[in-house]
């Protein structure tokens, strides 16, 4: 199997490059500048360079990419559309790091954990640009995607456990009664998920056990 994580320098992308490269699968980092993760593999590319024929032999691509700032948010629907369009009927999967915001907290999936009374505002424009980009990604018959939101409390530093809940479209909660997980216990997840590949064109979420 041979996996391409796209800005593999930021933090989830890092440490997703890791988990593979751990389990000894056949890893490239795609980065603009130099490589600061553990794939032997680099891909120095932007993002909207790739092409069709650059990830031609890959057959999952991950998509790490990141925006935080106001006038950088809409890349997350633009870089999205981009990868979608240079995979679009190919065999290749392509998972997308995704958010919290936009998981379903009633049975009708009717409202969002962002438009709860306790969402923070600082995050509202983030997580409204990934739930725009996540409405875009559905629309997409043509790819095989997985869009894999993580718990509502998504904790960079956090530990390793090695193990996860998976749930579906609605925050998850684990026996604690909490929504939380490491960028590790993601990576771990999100590497299970590329290599048994049984959530074609569904979004799912993980929360730590």
């Given amino acids: 199997m041979k996996i391409a994580v796209v800005c593999a320098n930021g933090k989830a992308g890092r440490l997703i490059v890791k988990e593979a490269a751990d389990r000894g699968l056949d890893v490239t980092a795609v980065v603009r500048g130099e490589n600061r993760t553990q794939a032997r593999q680099v891909l120095q590319k932007d993002l909207y360079d790739l092409t069709a024929e650059v990830l031609k032999d890959f057959d999952v691509v991950v ?3 990141g925006a935080w700032t106001e006038e950088s948010l809409p890349g997350h629907s633009t870089s999205l559309a981009h990868l979608c369009d240079i995979l679009s009927g190919t065999q290749t999967r392509l998972l997308v790091v995704g958010g919290a915001g936009s998981l379903y907290v009633n049975p009708e999936h009717t409202v969002c954990v962002a438009d709860g009374p306790d969402f923070p505002d600082a995050f509202k424009p983030l997580a409204a640009a990934m739930a725009e980009a996540l409405s875009q990604l559905r629309k997409r018959k043509d790819v095989r995607w997985t869009y894999i939101s993580p718990a509502g409390d998504f904790q960079a530093e956090g530990a390793r456990t090695g193990r ?3 749930g579906g479209e609605e925050l ?24 048994k590949g049984d959530h074609i064109q569904e979004r799912i979420s993980v929360v730590r056990e």
């Avoid at 490491?182 to 997840?189: E, F, H, K, R």
Wanted: no cysteine.
């Fill in 164 to 166: 996860y809940i998976l």
């Fill in 172 to 195: 998850t909660l684990n026996s604690r009664g909490e929504s939380v997980i490491s960028y590790a216990d993601y990576a771990i997840a999100m590497i299970d998920e590329a290599v």
């Fill in 63 to 65: 998509d790490a990419f």
